[in-house]
C-alpha cells in the first residue's frame, strides 16, 4: 500500500529538477499524476513537450500511471488544460503541486519591465491560473491538498531576485489567504520554501561556491510527500523550509508583544522610548532566522 493509493496528482514544471522527483516519488506510493512542463531554459523562453514526455515513460516503466502536459500555465487556458487532463484521464483531483517557475535575475538597477512581468506571470499568475480550477473542483469534492512554492528569496531576500523574490513572497500571501478560505471545505495549503541543487539553480554563486551543501531534488521531494499524504494530518497554512544548510523546519512570522499607544495621543519619539517592546533583539531570536 502505497502512501497515494487511488490519488491523482498534478504537478507544474515537473519535466525535470524537483517536479519530476515529486512526480516519480507520487507514483511510486500510487498516485496517478499530471507532469505538467513547458519545456525550454529556465528563462521560460520556447517549449519543449519532450520533458513532459520522458517523466511519464519514466513513471510508466516502473508500472505507474502517467499523462504529459505542456500548457503554459501562466495563462488560464493553460491552468484549465492541465486540470482538464487529470479529470479526462483519471477523474478527480486530489493534489496540486504548483512548481513552475523560471528565473530572470538582474540587481534592482537593472531590473527591466518585460523582466519583472515574465516573472511574476510565471511564478504568481501561473499558480493562480492552475489552482483557480483545482481550488473550485476540491470545493464541491471533498477537499485536498495544494502545495505552492515560495522561497527565502521571497521570505528573506536575496540579491539580484527582486522579481522572484516579489513574485515568491506573493505566493506565500495567496497561501494564506487559500489557507483560510479552504479550510471549511477540507482543502490543506501548504507553502514550501525549498533549497535544492538543480538546472536552474546551479550557477547561483551559493551553490557553485558551496556545492556539497545543497540537496538534490530527491532531498526535498519526501517533505512534499509528506504534506501531501496522511501522513500530516489536517494541518494546513504552514510554510515549510527544506535545505541542505537549514535542513526542514517550519518557517513562521514572528511578531514582538509590542507597545501600546495611549488613545490620547503619542509622538514618534515613544518609539525610541519603548523600542524594547517593539523591535527584535538577537536573544529574542532565539536562534531563527529573520522572518
Partial sequence: MGLLDGKVALITGAGGGL??????????????VVVNDLGGPRDGSGSDTSMADKVVDAIKAEGGRAVAN???ISTMAGGQ???????KHFGRADILVNNAGILLDRSFVKMGEADWDKCLKVHLKGTFCVTSPVFRWMKDNGGGVIVNTSSTSGLIGNFGQSNYGAAKGGIWGLSNVLAIEGRKYGIRIWTLSPGALTRMTADLPRYIENPGAALGPDGIAPAVLYMVSSLSGDQTGKVLGVSGPRGVREMKMMEMEGWKPPHDGWKAEDIVTHAKEIFFSDENKMGARRF
Avoid: H, T, W
Wanted: glycine share 12%; aromatic share 12%.
Fill in 81 to 87: 488544460s492541465v486540470f482538464d487532463d487529470a479529470i
Fill in 70 to 72: 505542456g500548457a503554459d
Fill in 19 to 32: 517536479g519530476e522527483a515529486y512526480a516519480r516519488l507520487f507514483a511510486r506510493e500510487g498516485a496517478a
